[in-house]
């Protein structure tokens, strides 16, 4: 079992890179069978959010795992270098530890992504890509998540990214509740925004989606309209504050669309918040004289309020997260001897085998059963004991020192035995 994970986050990377290695939800399995298909890759789990991409591998092969990401993603292996981190064995742990538990998020203590790293789990799963050690790896993961969670105050006083969002707006509009918000997509991180805005009671709330029914279901937990994303084009005039969060692999807002809506808008400005990666607009509208862009990572700032008063729990989980790694590094190296174990019970199978079916050969003959039972004891004694008194017994020097102080170790014998 060789544990390795590699990757990067808004830590190491930032958004204009981070999209060039996210993975397309609807093509993840496929992307996971192909990993696993790698010589010496033999299981993989890959976790693609907005702050990061990481994969965690069992492989004997980590430069043939990283060379297939950057193949995979076509990009040049130096060009993803700087920003990339790897993580063997421990140190791996370490991080998924971390990770679930809130202590390397944007947000720190934010839940959301323990829910992103089990959905992870479910496509490894499917993909039939998860075995025996990162199945226990991720279990693991989650009861140390939810023992940091449940012990410490991690989470206390977090600023969510919605929340984020919300406080750019009032920098800058005087009232949220003088504007019509726009939100395109209707996964969970729109909707967690479309709820946070929705309670500064909006002048408006359009919901913007592929498939209708979707936008319906979340505008109508917040007294919207909804839209396709066909109808774009001719909302987002209207629109003073627009939030996106697709799974888009290209923009969806472009500059020609937005410079026509400020057009229209007479110059009005647009408050704008990309929390998607691959990004949902293009780089170059935050160029634009009346639009406020900010991505993902503009709004790390804003939700590091309140990390100083958190810093006594950071403390606190990362006792319990050391605590674990080592318990789970004994887990791993005790995994590595099975082989060994399996061999030797089955060599001491054999002799028992051999002894019992000689005395019951004896026994059928008529022979003294105490005699038999001596015998077998007998027997398996000394066959037990052959191989150990024959290196005993053809060893000098050092090595005989050696061999002598392991057998008095394996045996539990006293040094004047």
């Not at 958004?15 to 696993?36: G, H, M, Q, T």
């Not at 592929?210 to 007294?223: C, H, I, S, Y």
């Not at 290196?391 to 035995?417: M, P, Q």
């Amino acid at each position: 079992m060789q544990l390795f994970a590699f990757g990067v986050n808004h830590q190491t990377a930032p958004v204009s890179v981070r999209e060039r290695v996210a993975f397309n939800a609807a093509k993840l399995d496929e992307a996971l069978r192909d990993l696993a298909g790698c010589p010496r890759v033999e299981e993989a789990a890959i976790i693609s959010t907005c702050n990061r991409t990481e994969l965690y591998c069992n492989t004997g092969e980590p430069e043939q795992a990283i060379d297939w990401l950057a193949d995979y993603h076509q990009i040049a292996r130096p060009q993803l270098a700087p920003y990339l981190y790897t993580l063997p064995h421990g140190q791996a742990v370490k991080h998924a530890f971390r990770v679930a538990s809130g202590l390397d998020s944007m947000v720190l203590g934010e839940p959301q992504i323990l829910g992103q790293m089990k959905q992870a789990v479910k496509s490894a799963e499917k993909a039939g890509t998860l075995g025996l050690l990162l199945h226990k790896l991720f279990q693991r993961t989650f009861s140390v998540a939810k023992e940091v969670r449940s012990t410490t105050e991690i989470g206390a006083n977090s600023v969510s990214m919605a929340a984020a969002a919300v406080r750019l707006a009032e920098r800058i509009f005087a009232s949220i509740g003088e504007q019509r918000v726009l939100f395109i997509g209707a996964g969970e991180m729109i909707e967690l925004c479309a709820l946070h805005f929705a309670a500064h009671s909006p002048h408006g709330i359009t919901v913007a989606n592929r498939t209708l029914d979707r936008a319906q279901t979340l505008a109508q937990r917040v007294g919207g309209t909804a839209i396709t994303l066909n109808d774009l084009a001719d909302h987002l005039a209207r629109q003073d504050i627009i939030v996106t969060s697709t799974a888009s692999p290209l923009p969806i807002l472009g500059l020609g669309m937005v410079e026509r809506a400020i057009k229209a808008r007479r110059h009005r400005p647009m408050f704008m918040v990309d929390l998607a990666v691959p990004r949902d607009i293009e780089p170059e509208v935050g160029k634009l004289d009346d639009v406020f862009l900010y991505t993902v990572d503009d709004l790390a700032h804003v939700v590091q309020d309140g990390i100083d008063t958190r810093h006594a729990a950071v403390l606190e989980a990362e006792q319990i997260i050391d605590l674990n790694v080592v318990n789970f590094m004994h887990w791993m190296e005790s995994r590595e001897h099975v082989p060994m174990i399996r061999a030797l019970r089955e060599h001491a199978e054999r002799y028992r085998q051999q002894e019992q079916d000689r005395a019951l050969r004896l026994l059928a003959k008529g022979e003294s059963p105490q005699q038999v039972i001596d015998n077998l004891a007998r027997a398996l004694t000394n066959k037990f004991l052959h191989i150990p008194t024959h290196a005993l017994n053809h060893t000098s020097g050092e090595d005989r020192a050696e061999l002598v102080a392991l057998l008095r170790r394996l045996y539990s014998l006293h040094h004047n035995s």
